[in-house]
């Protein structure tokens, strides 16, 4: 019998990796075939602006993940280790920036670091040199910004996964903080701080809005950018493809060099109480972590009050159509959800870390070629506008399934590796195991996780723009024709209306979750 139901996993676990292989490189194969891409592009080869293209990329995800870990790893043990009020508030928080819309996000930080911006105002009036938010330095910024946040919350996972006995232990042998990083903490960043690197990486990898409002021309063009102009400016589906391809492979390499150094810490079972960290009681201390905290919440929380306040007075007259196209976008987030919580779970399941690098095909290709491709399949057999919410809520779970997969493996796990002998004892199998054994354990995870893709559908402005006819409209897409139409203040209170609407189902999931973690 457990034969039977590991068989049966593992049937799941290869049904969903399928389908998610089938969702990824259908489409592209799409725009290959119909640009003619497999007989001239690879013949083209790359030319001195594709080049750039990829050097920029690289660059500025490289220093985007490394800066965003790095700034990450004192948060998140400054949280780990203090208890206060306000800290849930600050940890929910800490969801805020990357479950934000792209572009309304980047209105925030121009409002605090642009040339016109609170920051350079400070500075003209002490008469220092203003800051100029343009090129290399502001993408960079802008993905911190994104990605310090959700780098926080993966890495205090990591801390809340060493058990309380562990801490006890080192403080009744007398060891100082140093020597806790050494024998508790760093085993677990070793573990961690691979997978955290490669997701932050991936996410800077596709960069387009970022790029498109902040690169500053040619210099600081992304392959996703790179992709978009191909397709939109100059319609040559030839070096699209190729660009697309290049991307995708360069995406498997660094996934395959990452995975290889992710090392689960074992550290063990323990009770999962809330643990006092005896060796962070001095006055030192505390005020470090309080300067920490207190920088990385000004950092956060500055551009989204100006998003707020740029918006408050629109929403109560915003017209039914942004209404209606929001009760549509949280239908489609949460039927999104549903469907990249499934796959997430059955890809866990597997514990393999091919299931893993089927997961990340997703972050793997431009949206915008998925997109194209998509349409080039449905067109002959479909109205693509019949289709849009469909494809659209398929589209958003398999680009938040990465995300999801890498909060969740790492517990789902470590659950098997401390509970599955007791549960194969016991006779628990299938959905029992899963909800006497698993589901106690990733519950937080899972919320969290849960959080995160509904708010990625809320604030996605992708392949809705390609399906969608006149009268189809996600809020993201009715932000976008409001501005289009120069409706400036009635797009600003639609977008503030997308920004509580995304961070209230992140929140909801996220607070179920740990709430039902805690029980």
């Not at 399928?18 to 075939?33: D, E, F, K, N, T």
């Not at 091919?354 to 057999?381: D, K, N, R, T």
């Not at 501005?483 to 992140?506: C, D, K, P, Q, W």
Request: aromatic share 8%.
């Amino acid at each position: 019998m457990a034969r039977r139901a590991v068989t049966i996993s593992q049937a799941t676990s290869a049904v969903s990796a399928a389908l998610v292989m089938l969702l990824v490189l259908a489409p592209i194969a799409a725009v290959a075939l119909r640009a003619g891409a497999a007989g001239g592009a690879f013949a083209a080869g790359f030319g001195p602006a594709d080049r750039a293209a990829l050097e920029f990329t690289v660059v500025q995800a490289a220093l985007s993940a490394l800066l965003s870990a790095a700034l990450a790893v004192p948060v998140a043990r400054a949280l780990a280790r203090r208890q206060f009020r306000g800290r849930g508030a600050l940890v929910l928080l800490m969801g805020a920036p990357f479950i934000l819309p792209v572009i309304v996000a980047v209105m925030g930080l121009l409002s605090i670091f642009g040339q016109g911006g609170v920051l350079n105002g400070v500075l003209s009036a002490l008469r220092l040199p203003r800051l100029q938010i343009y090129g290399l330095h502001g993408v960079v910024l802008a993905h911190v910004f994104f990605n310090l946040p959700l780098a926080t919350r993966l890495l205090l996972q990591g801390w809340d996964a060493i058990p309380q006995e562990r801490f006890r232990l080192v403080a009744s042998l007398g060891m100082g903080p140093r020597e806790v990083f050494r024998v508790l903490e760093w085993p677990m960043l070793k573990e961690r701080l691979p997978a955290v690197l490669l997701v932050i990486f991936l996410i800077c990898l596709s960069s387009f809005a970022v790029a498109l409002t902040l690169g500053g021309g040619p210099a600081a063009t992304t392959l996703e950018l790179a992709i978009y102009q191909a397709f939109h400016l100059e319609f040559d589906l030839v070096r699209a493809a190729l660009l697309a391809l290049v991307q995708l492979a360069l995406v498997l390499v660094v996934g395959a060099v990452a995975l290889r150094f992710g090392r689960a810490a074992g550290f063990g079972a323990g009770r999962g109480a809330v643990r006092r960290r005896w060796d962070a009681d001095a006055r030192l201390l505390r005020g470090q972590d309080a300067l920490v905290l207190s920088l990385a919440a000004a950092f956060i929380a500055l551009p989204l009050a100006a998003v707020a306040l740029r918006g408050a007075g629109q929403v109560l007259g915003l017209p039914a159509s942004v209404w209606s196209a929001a009760l549509t976008s949280v239908v489609l987030a949460l039927g999104s959800t549903v469907l990249c919580m499934a796959a997430a779970l059955a890809l866990a399941a597997s514990r393999g870390r091919w299931a893993e690098m089927i997961g990340l095909l997703g972050l793997a290709i431009s949206p915008l070629v998925l997109g194209a491709g998509l349409f080039l399949l449905v067109a002959p057999y479909a109205s693509p506008q019949a289709l849009a919410l469909p494809v659209t809520m398929l589209v958003n779970a398999l680009m938040a399934l990465p995300f999801a997969l890498r909060i969740i493996t790492p517990e789902y796990a470590r659950a098997e590796a401390d509970y599955g002998r007791l549960a194969e004892a016991l006779g628990l199998r299938g959905l029992a195991r899963l909800r006497y054994m698993i589901w106690p354990q990733i519950r937080g995870s899972l919320g969290f996780a849960a959080g995160l893709a509904a708010a990625l559908s809320m604030g996605d402005l992708g392949v809705i723009a390609l399906f969608a006819d006149g009268e189809t409209a996600t809020l993201p897409l009715q932000v976008y024709r409001l501005m289009g139409a120069y409706r400036m203040e009635t797009a600003a209170g639609a977008a503030l209306l997308l920004v509580v609407l995304s961070f209230g189902l992140f929140a909801l999931f996220d607070w179920g979750g740990r709430r039902n973690a805690q029980a």
